[in-house]
């Protein structure tokens, strides 16, 4: 009796399971049966039907059990089924198809060994056969940033690159410059500026409202006596009249920079060069500039040297540790890579006064504070080389925070800044770095941060163009990542409910052009009366610079682990 209620209670409990199973493994090797036999017959291949009859099998597992092993694989197998199909039909909606089924592998299967495989199969679609460059960039890029121990990587990187280069030479075509008026008007060059050091120099062109430009670099000409050339033309662009049009810089990079008229209806700014070629260039917005990054990579690699050469010392725990006590290195030192400069960024200032609720409390001053009092923990505790880009109450624009860390060579930019929002309820930390914005609130950050319009911040091309600028995305986010879970668990010892609003990828302008990794962090908010209180604080600013110091100590920990 017993031994026949047992059998029943396995029947119910395990058989219908153990069939589905059973069921599932067939559908998969029958679909997979049927792509191989259409694989190997190139007269098969030619029929529609002969695909659609593959792929329908292949959904039916993805419909029946979605959430199963063989639905990933089928999505994938149905992906690369439509990509076989467009090859012989030309149709595009077959190409939607295969994006189609490839997204819903990594969104539905994010963790999946392909799906990182399914993303650059997204890639290559929108890069071989939709030719949509802006899209490609896209898809490459979410590899390095979603999947960033993944195998496809490499592959990922050797693609953004190639992109990267034919994005910049269809710029003027590609790229349309935001906010262009069609016809008629000119735009006027209102200033050229620049900031220079022996190693480093960025110019500024300023307009009173966007153009299409281009640029390139000339080789020197020996026999017009000419040096290495780097221009850029402005279209449809004029003069002011009382600019200076030749600007002697002289710092043994560039010689000087110009600005004349090329063609009736162009402007064209001319950097003569003294020791090299290689620069970058973007835009911002509000008002339209046109930033140039010229660098000397030489010095680049006696960096490298030195940093390779200090880290051959036998590491503990990721802490370079030195036979000798060497009272004159500083921690800095000992803890190798190089990093012993930082640029602390307290945002705002001057005529810009960031965020304020009333009360004569701005967040420029806020900020100020708080950064002067991270410095001094800096300098203490690591012996750091800190650099502020304004240690008192001055206006400086975006481009010229990053310029002050590229000239300074800093290791690393850190930008504070105080949040506020509409609903005052709403309170605590958020750390970002230079990315695509991901959500709407990220966004409206980053609109207020940028003293822009949401409208601007959410044109794709503008971000795209910004990203491709710095190639520290990994870092930035490790860094961010650190500063974020540090500062909680300073902050959440000693007061009470202090929100983790968590790490953000937002597009700032203050952290595009950086070449160091680099990140901003948002303290507190000011429209939340109780954390207002507290910001206010040399107590909390303490703590909140206590807490930055323990990242930067366990980031430099962590990058020394994944190199030695
Ligand atoms: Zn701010």
């Not at 030195?322 to 190089?338: F, H, I, N």
């Not at 930035?476 to 668990?489: G, P, R």
Request: glycine share 6%; aromatic share 8%.
């Amino acid at each position: 009796m017993s031994y026949v209620l047992v059998c029943i209670f396995a029947l119910l409990l395990i058989s219908p399971k153990a069939m589905a199973r059973d069921k599932k493994t067939d559908m998969l090797a029958s679909a997979d049966a049927c792509r191989k036999e259409l694989e190997t017959s190139s007269k098969d291949m030619k029929f529609r039907k002969n695909w659609m009859k593959c792929i329908g099998r292949y959904e039916n597992i993805t419909r029946r059990f979605p959430a199963s092993e063989d639905a990933a694989w089928s999505l994938y197998r149905v992906g690369n089924l439509y990509v076989g199909l467009f090859g012989f039909s030309a149709r595009p909606a077959d190409l939607d198809k295969a994006i189609e089924s490839f997204e819903g592998l990594v969104k539905r299967h994010p963790g999946h060994s392909l799906a990182d495989d399914a993303q650059y199969s997204i890639g290559i679609i929108y890069f071989r056969h939709k030719n949509d460059l802006v899209q490609a960039y896209r898809s490459f890029l979410k590899i390095e940033v979603n999947y960033p121990d993944g195998d496809m990587v490499p592959g990922a990187k050797r693609m953004l690159e190639d992109i990267a280069v034919a994005l910049g030479e269809n710029e003027a075509t590609r790229i349309p410059v935001q906010g262009e008026k069609p016809g008629g008007d000119y735009a006027t060059v209102t200033d050229i500026r620049y900031w220079s050091s022996q190693n480093y120099t960025r110019v500024v062109i300023d307009l009173d409202r966007a153009v299409n430009y281009t640029h390139a670099s000339l080789e020197p000409n020996a026999e017009a006596e000419r040096p290495r050339r780097l221009y850029v033309d402005l279209d449809k662009t004029h003069i002011k009249k009382d600019i200076e049009r030749e600007i002697p810089i002289r710092d043994g990079l560039l010689q000087r920079a110009r600005a004349a008229l090329n063609t009736p209806d162009t402007v064209r700014v001319v950097l003569d060069i003294e020791s090299m070629k290689d620069y970058r260039i973007f835009h911002l917005l509000d008002p339209f500039r046109i930033v140039l990054d010229v660098e000397r990579p030489q010095d680049r690699i006696k960096e490298t040297k030195l940093t390779r050469k200090s880290t051959t010392r036998k590491a503990r725990n990721g802490i370079l540790i030195s036979k000798e006590p060497e009272p004159d290195v500083s921690l800095a030192r000992q803890l190798g890579l190089g990093i012993r400069r930082i640029v602390i960024d307290p945002g705002h200032g001057g005529k810009d006064p960031g965020c304020y609720v009333g009360g004569g409390i701005y967040e420029k001053d806020l900020v100020l504070n708080a950064a002067k009092r991270l410095a001094k923990q800096m300098k203490e505790k690591f012996g750091f080389e800190v650099f502020l880009t304004r240690s008192k109450d001055i206006f400086l624009s975006l481009e010229q925070r990053t310029a002050i860390a590229n000239m300074r060579k800093a290791d690393l930019f850190i930008s504070i800044h105080v949040n506020a929002h509409k609903d005052e309820r709403v309170n605590g930390i958020e750390t970002y770095f230079l990315n695509m914005a991901t959500d709407q609130g990220a966004i409206t950050v980053a609109a207020r941060e940028n003293a822009t319009t949401e409208k601007n911040m959410s044109d794709l091309q503008v971000i795209i163009r910004d990203l491709m600028l710095n190639n520290k995305i990994n870092e930035s986010s490790k860094l961010a990542h650190e500063i974020q879970q540090n500062v909680l668990s300073r902050l959440s010892g000693r007061y009470r409910r202090v929100k983790d609003l968590g790490v953000k990828q937002a597009p700032f302008y203050v952290l595009t052009g950086a070449s160091m990794p680099a990140v901003l962090v948002e303290i507190g908010f000011i429209t939340n009366k109780t954390e207002r209180k507290r910001i206010t604080t040399r107590e909390y600013q303490d703590h909140v610079a206590s807490g930055i110091c323990d990242a930067v100590e366990n980031y430099v920990k962590k990058v020394s682990e994944t190199l030695t």
